[in-house]
């Protein structure tokens, strides 16, 4: 049914097997374990540089732990804590988590705190926080966002970061690198969200104790946005995390968030020419359509004629990974002078306060309104099932998330859809899953 | 912990994830509350049925997706022994040991019928099913996992950390 078999897309699948060289991951893992150089399978404690963790996983877990252990945080100044998950609250049990993380950062004082600013992948890499080279570790699956910085970033469970908490260390076993090439330019339509559906689907989802690498021409010339929707599907991938090297666009996107960050680190931390792979994949992305993900796992993505014209009660732009200033963008540009077909509902979640903030002045929040777009509260809302925008029984909704499983955005037989931006704003428009292409074609 | 578990086998698919284990409506909830919902959109019966000991066998990418601990622990709550797949979601992995929760991995988990009287021995690296006779040596636990375990997880691991460095 899926029409990859079709000759559109070239993969070349190499294995190299060197010794010299080392992939960028490596390079991190061995700087943060005091080695002169790591190798994939060698298990090794690496000291943290940034930890990360959010309303859902923080606090509310490790809080009881460091005092059953009657320990402090190592280093405040090297922790952030984000409110997301639960912000706003909405009951009484989530304005308590809320409370207890703020009594938290009162009595511990991190390094940052940001309440209620955005969802917290995308409020590190807007503060300038993330920077080439840096071991991270974070409290939410979708760390891997991060390393679009050309950082380390995994995500780990709320035990293990009270062990950070604690200790300023945690064990990691070498991953293998894969590394992902896409080359040529993306046709008009078509983002990098629709790169990550159809990686899920071609890579599988099951790559654990592996790093996933991105670069090529098609990589180099994304905006920092969108290349940290390909880092964060990483976790899609079930990989260790996913980077990128860095280049003049990750610094000035560290400069324009108040980071300090030299020019060397450009130079100093990618992956060597004769760096050992496990596999290289090569993609041709002036080839790529936009892709749809069906209930209910990323992993079932395909080109999205494949689904076109499937009825939808709700269409929703949320996330971290699909609505950050370039997603609202992207929603804004397909929906300019339409409406919202009747029936259907379009919710807009901005993934942080500044994309907010941003949208509203220069008009994009209004042009989405004006389509008939209900403006939601920042945060990570419907995307896990715990805010508002979640879907009642037999619904079917089309997202600009990262997960569909099942009964992940409410009831356990809704259904949920994954695409990009684009597609979800011209599936609103249409009240059924849509191509966006003719929409951009037509207002162009 | 001394290794021994055993108990029925509750058999699952491929890429049982975080949010069949630990619903996303329900995390708000105390791990105790959620634990009722664990595995119920795939197999509603589950958590009202299953006895301490019992063995859960999942089949590729067991626990994907969330970074949850409530995955693994709602199963530890409802007294499953160890987990069983062909192989797992990497922050399930560690959390499951985090949290005291053994996972291996098990190949040969087709081999395994729902309801097969299972054995497992962390510390001989077997698995028996007594319901076919058959055993299996499994790949041994790395030996700071199993260290982890058998001492019930990450935080007496931290407890001792921390008493070693207070008493020098």
């Not at chain 1, 559109?8 to 150089?37: D, F, H, N, P, Y």
């Not at chain 2, 509750?10 to 708000?28: A, C, E, H, Q, R």
């Not at chain 2, 995955?71 to 560690?94: C, D, E, N, T, W």
């Amino acid at each position: 049914m899926y029409i990859f078999s079709r000759p559109t897309l070239r993969r070349r699948l190499e294995s190299t097997r060197g010794v010299v060289g080392s992939t960028l991951v490596e390079k991190i893992i061995a700087r943060a374990s005091g080695r002169a150089r790591v190798s994939p399978g060698e298990i090794v404690t690496c000291k943290v540089d940034l930890a990360m963790v959010h309303d859902s996983s923080g606090p509310r877990r490790l809080g009881p732990r460091l005092r059953e252990l009657g320990a402090g945080v190592w280093d405040p100044s090297k922790v952030v804590v984000v409110t997301d998950h639960y912000a706003p609250a909405v009951d009484v049990e989530s304005a308590s988590i809320q409370k207890l993380t703020r009594e938290w950062v009162a009595e511990n004082r991190p390094g940052a705190f940001y309440d209620q600013q955005g969802i917290c992948h995308i409020v590190l890499a807007e503060g300038g926080h993330l920077k080439p080279g840096m071991f991270c570790v974070g409290g939410d699956s979708h760390s891997p966002t991060g390393g679009a910085f050309g950082c380390y970033m995994a995500g780990f469970g709320a035990t293990e970061m009270a062990g950070v908490m604690v200790t300023g260390e945690i064990w990691t076993r070498v991953p293998e690198t894969i590394r992902v090439e896409w080359t040529g330019k993306l046709p008009d339509g078509v983002v990098a969200k629709d790169m990550m559906l159809f990686l899920c689907r071609t890579l599988g989802m099951q790559n654990a104790f592996r790093a996933v690498e991105y670069g090529g021409d098609a990589v180099a010339a994304l905006p920092m946005q969108e290349r940290l929707v390909l880092t964060n599907m990483a976790a899609e991938l079930g990989a260790e995390t996913g980077m990128i090297e860095p280049d003049a666009v990750t610094l000035a996107a560290i400069r324009d968030g108040g980071g300090v960050v030299e020019d060397e680190a450009v130079r100093k931390w990618r992956s060597d020419p004769d760096a050992s792979y496990e596999a290289r994949h090569l993609f041709d992305a002036a080839r790529l359509t936009p892709q749809v993900a069906l209930p209910n796992t990323p992993a079932n993505a395909g080109p999205v004629e494949a689904v076109e014209g499937r009825p939808i009660d709700q269409a929703y732009i949320g996330a971290c990974v699909g609505a950050k200033l370039e997603d609202l963008h992207m929603a804004a540009r397909l929906l300019r002078g339409r409406r919202v077909a009747s029936g259907v509902r379009l919710m807009v979640a901005p993934a942080s306060a500044a994309a907010t903030r941003m949208a509203a002045s220069d008009g994009t929040l209004a042009t989405l309104t004006e389509a008939g777009a209900i403006l939601l509260p920042t945060g990570c809302g419907a995307c896990a099932g715990y805010g508002a925008g979640v879907l009642a029984e037999g619904e079917v909704c089309i997202s600009s998330t990262n997960r569909n499983f099942r009964g992940r955005m409410g009831h356990m037989n809704s259904q949920v859809y994954l695409g990009s931006p684009y597609t979800v704003a011209a599936s609103a428009v249409a009240g059924c899953i849509a191509d966006p292409r003719p929409f951009l074609a037509e207002a162009a | 912990m001394t290794g021994g578990i055993g108990g029925r086998a509750w058999k699952f698919g491929d890429n049982v994830d975080t949010d069949v284990l630990s619903p996303g409506i329900y995390m708000k909830l105390p791990p105790e509350e959620l634990a009722k919902h664990c595995l119920e959109a795939v197999d509603p019966a589950f958590a009202a049925s299953v006895r301490l000991g019992d063995v859960v066998v999942g089949g590729e990418n067991f626990g994907m997706g969330s970074s949850r601990e409530q995955a693994p622990q709602a199963l530890k709550i409802l007294g499953v022994g160890a987990v069983l797949a062909k192989s797992f979601a990497r922050i399930f992995y560690r959390n499951a040991f985090n949290l005291g929760l053994p996972a291996l991995f098990f190949p040969q988990a087709d081999e395994i019928s729902a309801g097969d009287r299972i054995e497992v021995d962390l510390a001989a690296g077997q698995v028996r099913n007594l319901t076919t006779r058959k055993a299996y040596a499994v790949e041994p636990i790395p030996q700071h996992l199993l260290d982890m375990i058998l001492a019930g997880g990450l935080m007496p691991h931290l407890k001792s950390i921390l008493a070693r460095e207070r008493g020098a």
